[in-house]
């Protein structure tokens, strides 16, 4: 059994008004054993689209290698636009050493919560996927339920958004589920209707397409 424990502490600063929240790195984060071209940061894996997602929108001109050049590259970004990051999972057992969030087994879960009581300016989470089993939001509504708290809907549209109040405070936090950054969420884009009619008008439109023109709207 392999112990898949979270290598990053959560990336987080008074004035973050955003976080992103997903799950855990592929375990050679973990086991430090990172490829050529990994990024030894959030979601630094080499097969990983957040970067290149991000990279596209706010034109960053990003290195995709294993140097201190490229993981202080995202944090000046993050900064700067106040976004933390913040991945619900801490750690989690393995049968088999892969990436799958279905894989994992005897889940510990980061208290997101206390986070937003202690950072007091951010008002959004930025899920990387959606309600499926082990996924970011699935995990939130599990950890909500410890205070009693649920997710009420704002939009049931692709990326669904949703709020909640939290506690002791006078705070409205508001959550986007956006479709993950992974090759495995491509089929779950091609289905989509919106997809479909954006790919009928250009041959050209590919699920890459379709994610920055989601994400840039709540980046």
Not at 20 to 27: A, E, S
Not at 87 to 97: F, G, L, P, T
């Amino acid at each position: 059994m392999f112990h898949h424990k979270h290598p990053y502490k959560p990336f987080l600063f008074p004035e973050a008004t955003k976080l992103i929240v997903g799950t855990l790195p592929p375990p050679r984060f973990t086991k430090g054993e990172l490829k050529e071209d990994d990024v030894d940061f959030c979601y630094g894996s080499r097969n990983g689209m957040l970067w290149p997602i991000l990279d596209r929108i706010f034109h960053l001109d990003l290195k995709y290698e294993t140097t201190d050049y490229a993981t202080q590259q995202r944090k000046d970004f993050l900064l700067k636009h106040k976004i933390g990051v913040c991945d619900i999972v801490a750690s989690a057992e393995r049968d088999k050493i892969d990436a799958s969030d279905l894989g994992m087994q005897h889940i510990k879960l980061r208290n997101i919560i206390e986070y937003l009581q202690q950072y007091k300016n951010v008002h959004t989470l930025l899920f990387t996927g959606g309600n499926s089993k082990n996924g970011p939001e699935y995990f939130f509504r599990k950890h909500l339920k410890e205070y009693d708290l649920k997710l009420n809907i704002v939009s049931n549209v692709v990326p669904r958004i949703h709020e909640f109040e939290l506690p002791n405070s006078k705070r409205t936090i508001k959550t986007i589920s956006l479709t993950a950054p992974s090759g495995a969420a491509n089929r779950a884009i091609g289905s989509m209707d919106l997809y479909k009619k954006l790919k009928n008008k250009n041959p050209d439109f590919t699920t890459m397409d379709f994610r920055v023109m989601q994400y840039r709207k709540f980046f």
